[in-house]
């Protein structure tokens, strides 16, 4: 009866735990002049695989929203997604933004190299911290490709999750979302020739730049946008060894299913999970309208749209890390 008894409550413990909620806990990775800063978010019992969230391009927070209106938390709802099917996850605020803003004096002043040291630390933080032998990279979007640079030749990191991240190198892609939108035809004339010489690694003068264009070409940013420019995805991912999900929602208007298409057959060996009527920022969209799709992006109450989660989630189970 003992015996009965010991089992019947670990199980209640176990219930109890599961009950309880995930997690969550502040953590801290070293920086050049401050900390920079994350959230951890890990099960209740133990923490499972752990996945690195990367955030996408410009001033997105962790949780995946910034100040010109993107709401969508889509970070935040990962986060707890997984944390709901026993995976941990750590997601951050890059150098100079946010609560890391103390860990640079300028957050323009940084390359996609300056992110890849960053990736380093935090893989070694982790791994400190929850003891788990590597650590997933989950980029997305710009983040896809920090992801990729990140974790090349690195033993502490178990493989990537790269979710809408660009197939072709940034400046195509910049390219194409110029191109795409008529509206943009007369800005092209100055737009294409400056995104030609800071692919060939060359500043450009905006002094008679279309006011419009200013706020892409900036000197403030240029230096990134050279060191941006100079990664070539498919380059990356092609050899890597390692398990690799491609995770593409085919109502994405930022990035497209053959850029995941492209990803994946640079990398046979990677996983490849197209969602149907899912959009850049995940969540579900059920048309071909853009102002559909735009306006999930400032919606902070919808979910993450099914099977997001359910992809990563079984994608990691099936790597067995």
């Known amino acids: 009866m003992k015996i009965v008894f010991a089992a019947f409550g670990m199980s209640l413990m176990v219930m109890q735990a599961a009950m309880a909620g995930p997690v969550q806990s502040f953590v801290q990775s070293p920086g050049p002049l401050g900390a920079l800063k994350g959230t951890m978010l890990a099960p209740a019992m133990g923490h499972g695989a752990v996945v690195l969230i990367i955030p996408g391009s410009g001033p997105t927070d962790r949780d995946g929203n910034n100040a010109h209106g993107l709401k969508a938390g889509t970070y935040r709802l990962l986060a707890e997604g997984l944390a709901?099917?026993?995976?941990?996850?750590?997601?951050?605020?890059?150098?100079?933004?946010f609560a890391s803003a103390g860990a640079v004096p300028d957050a323009n002043a940084v390359t996609v190299d300056d992110y890849v040291r960053d990736v380093h630390e935090w893989v070694g933080v982790i791994r400190q911290r929850t003891g788990a032998p590597?650590?997933?990279?989950?980029?997305?979007?710009e983040g896809g490709l920090v992801a990729l640079a990140?974790?090349?030749?690195?033993?502490?990191?178990?493989?990537?999750i790269l979710a809408a991240t660009p197939g072709r190198r940034m400046a195509d892609v910049l390219r194409q979302q110029l191109q795409a939108n008529p509206a943009n035809a007369p800005l092209l004339g100055q737009a294409l020739p400056a995104i030609d010489a800071l692919e060939a690694g060359k500043r450009v003068d905006t002094g008679a730049m279309n006011p419009a264009l200013i706020p892409l070409f900036r000197p403030a940013v240029q230096g990134f946008l050279i060191s941006l420019f100079s990664y070539d995805p498919?380059?990356?991912v092609g050899g890597y060894g390692k398990p690799v999900l491609i995770l593409q929602g085919e109502r994405d208007i930022q990035v497209r299913p053959e850029d995941a298409r492209l990803l994946a057959g640079a990398d046979p060996r990677a996983k490849l999970v197209l969602l149907p009527d899912v959009n850049h920022v995940f969540k579900a969209v059920d048309s071909e309208s853009m102002g559909a799709n735009a306006a999930t992006y400032s919606d902070p109450s919808l979910p993450l749209a099914p099977g997001v989660v359910e992809a990563i989630a079984t994608f990691l189970g099936a790597a067995g890390k």
């Open 84 to 97: 709901a099917r026993g995976v941990t996850s750590v997601r951050i605020d890059k150098r100079g933004m």
């Open 134 to 141: 590597c650590v997933w990279l989950l980029g997305h979007s």
């Open 150 to 160: 990140a974790a090349r030749h690195q033993d502490d990191v178990c493989g990537l």
């Open 234 to 236: 498919v380059k990356l």
